[in-house]
């Protein structure tokens, strides 16, 4: 009789013998997924061939579980009969992860179990009692949250202010700020990066927008907006002489990439996500890999696993996601397996282009809408100060700021004199 394959719930091992190896078994599924199945008198390739019992097989085998396995468990142990070959059953369930197999920690890969490094095993640890990033204190203890209450309040929220920062998980629970709050505080010192390269490598900069110093959704929002505007479309004429439009990429791929980016890069390293954007291709870039106890086929069917999950559930009351894990699939749909690198480190989603960007149109497409209504004013008048831009736009005198410092970057403008005196030169 044949009892099938081993995978990430199941072990087979031939004898008792081999209990020291089925220990590690049963601790890397149960740090993957809570509980563990193993079968003594298989094969490894499911076939039965029985296990011998005597008077302390089972009493030894539960003394071996109990005493080599930490933090202590209480294994359910059964004798089965199969083809009237008896089959030791050994069945156990646990949430106190990390667990260890004889000082050894483990996890479940398909049939394998490799061990953990430190920096997984510290996430296990915080895993068990809430995720990383809302354990950690923030370095910065003077954060307020004006932008994130204003999100809140345009969804259609009523705010209590006396109960909105505990509410939404911005504490440790020693009171003080963590790391979630910090990065959705109004001012902070992440950096989401915008990086445009003239060609198919990162030889020539063309020039680099910083989208942060503030509450991350405003910035994720930001650095989107920014790169729709670089989207254009090629039109063509098809066999029926009939307009055909492609364009530049997908807006809903990148969408999704990007928000995902945001959402899962793993903020307790404080590296933001990226987005790289070549001749030929944009690249998505968050830090971290996959979760531990995620595997690459839950990942490809669009099972939402976050890493951060408080930070999901403030996003989707606002809109910025949805628990369908549609994201993934529409990526794969329309650009394939290939559109994603995953290692250890890093997570790049590469939506790549149907035709090169031009070289004039790495000229014409350089600004935003808002960056160019700011041109104009300038034009109309080479003096006008911060604040009267910000009343005419109807935006922070920070972010007018900011814009000014891009176009700078772009030089697409100087300041000529002193700043109570002098002008913007338009280029």
């Known amino acids: 009789m044949n009892l099938g394959i081993e995978d990430e719930f199941v072990e087979f091992k031939k004898t008792t013998g081999q209990t020291s190896r089925a220990l590690e078994a049963i601790v890397a599924m149960l740090n993957k997924h809570g509980k563990a199945k193993v079968l003594f008198g298989v094969e490894d390739n499911g076939d039965v ?16 579980i109990s005493l080599g396995i930490k933090p202590t468990i209480i294994p359910t142990i059964k004798v089965e009969i199969y083809d009237n070959k008896t089959v030791i059953v050994v069945e156990v369930e646990g949430n106190n992860k990390p667990y260890s197999a004889n000082g050894n ?12 490094e430190p920096d997984i095993l510290k996430e296990l640890i915080y895993g068990s009692g809430g995720e990383l990033m809302v354990n950690i204190e923030s370095m910065n203890q003077d954060l307020t949250f004006r932008d994130l209450k204003q999100l809140y309040i345009l969804k259609g929220f009523t705010i209590n202010d006396d109960t909105f920062i505990r509410n939404l998980g911005l504490l440790c629970k020693n009171g003080k700020y963590n ?10 010192d992440l950096s989401i990066k915008v990086v445009r390269f ?7 900069l063309l020039f680099r927008n910083e989208y942060g110093y503030k509450c991350l959704l405003i910035a994720l929002e930001q650095a989107l ?10 039109v063509d004429l098809d066999d029926k002489i009939r307009r055909v439009e492609t364009p530049l990429f997908d807006n809903n791929c990148l969408r999704e990439a990007w928000i995902n980016a945001c959402l899962h890069t793993k903020w307790s390293k404080m590296i933001p996500p990226a987005i790289y954007i070549y001749q030929d291709r944009i690249e ?22 976050p890493i951060n999950k408080q930070l999901q559930k403030i996003m989707g009351q606002l809109g910025f996601v949805e628990q369908t894990g549609h994201g993934i699939p529409t990526i794969l749909k329309k650009y394939g397996k290939e559109a994603f690198t995953i290692t250890n480190n890093n997570l790049i989603v590469t939506l790549k282009f149907p035709f090169m960007i031009s070289s004039s149109s790495l000229d014409l497409n350089d600004l935003n809408e808002q960056q160019k209504d700011i041109l104009n004013l300038i034009k109309l008048n080479p003096s006008i100060k911060v604040k009267d831009i910000a009343k005419l736009m109807k935006l922070s ?13 772009l030089n697409k403008i100087i300041r000529v004199g002193a700043n109570k005196n002098g002008y913007y030169k338009v280029l």
């Open 198 to 204: 003239k060609g198919l490598d990162k030889t020539e």
């Open 397 to 409: 005198e920070s972010r007018i700021n900011e814009m000014i410092r891009e176009l700078k970057d």
């Open 105 to 116: 920690y483990l996890i479940r890969s398909g049939n394998e179990n490799k061990k953990i």
């Open 225 to 234: 907006n920014y790169v729709y505007s670089l989207n254009e479309t090629r």
């Open 179 to 188: 790391l979630l709050a910090e990065i959705l505080a109004d001012n902070n």
């Open 284 to 305: 998505i870039i968050s830090y971290g890999g996959l979760a531990v106890d995620y595997n690459l086929d839950e990942f490809y069917l669009g099972i939402s696993h």
């Open 49 to 64: 061939v029985g296990q011998t019992i005597g008077n302390k097989t089972i009493t030894d085998l539960s003394s071996a």
